[in-house]
């Protein structure tokens, strides 16, 4: 597994910000938390908006008697499928759920001996057999995913403790995996450069003028707001042709 600081990668992204803004040579009156808030702006946005946001993970749920709603951490923002190891009922107990007559049939007459005997069609009858079984004695468990508040709710009540199912989520990628991804990291960069000089021009605005001994100065509120709009209308447009990664959408977004 790599080590990466989740911090470090985060600053990464506010140096290159300040940079970009010319600090050091120029005082930028931008404070950590505009840069915080700039950067979550954008991770916000690349996620709401973008496929590559997310990706497929498998996780195992071990079921408690008696209980159907289970909390599941915040990543995960949707279940697709739930998979049981057996089949046939849920009523537990000994080997009986776990043996499958059939099953034990096909492995010793069409595995073990295949060159003698069975064949595809026979392999395609089996299969169907098995999801045919599995409908109707329990193999495929129906469920309910309440997105809000991270919820999955088994519909059928588990009459046994500690059986193992596994679920094929989706998942949002950290924070730093975005950061370094070859195609999303420099439009986060850019989408936080961006807020941030909204934020600049916003305090800029507010104080068209300062007063000097030669007259004073003007400060480039208006100019900046325009110049970052712009900006973000193009990371925007990016996104829709997939640019920063992804996969393409329907035609509905939202």
Known sequence: ?????????????????????????????????????????????????????VEESYMFLE????????????????????FRRTLGSRS?????????????????????????????????LFAGYQEM???????YIEFQWIQHSHILRILQRPFTEGESIMLRCYNYKPDYILINDLYAGQWIKDYTLASCKIMLAQAREKFAQIAGPQGGS???????KTEATAEIERLEKE???????????TFIIG
């Open 63 to 82: 079921l408690k008697k008696d209980t159907n709603d289970y909390k599941l951490p915040d990543e995960i923002i949707d279940v697709r499928s739930v």
């Open 218 to 224: 003007s400060l480039n509120g208006s100019a900046l």
């Open 239 to 249: 996104i829709e042709n997939l640019v920063p990664g992804g996969s393409p959408m």
């Open 1 to 53: 597994m790599l080590d990466i600081n989740p911090q470090l990668e985060r600053q990464k992204v506010f140096d290159y910000v300040r940079a970009m803004l010319g600090d050091g040579m120029i005082d930028v009156e931008l404070d950590p938390i505009h840069y915080e808030t700039g950067l979550q702006r954008s991770l916000n946005k690349f996620r709401q908006r973008s496929s590559h946001a």
């Open 133 to 139: 079984v599995g409908r109707m004695f329990g193999s």
């Open 92 to 124: 537990g107990g000994g080997t009986g759920t776990q043996f499958e007559p059939f099953n034990l049939a096909y492995t010793n007459t069409y595995l073990l001996n295949s060159t003698m005997l069975g064949g595809l069609a026979t392999y395609e």
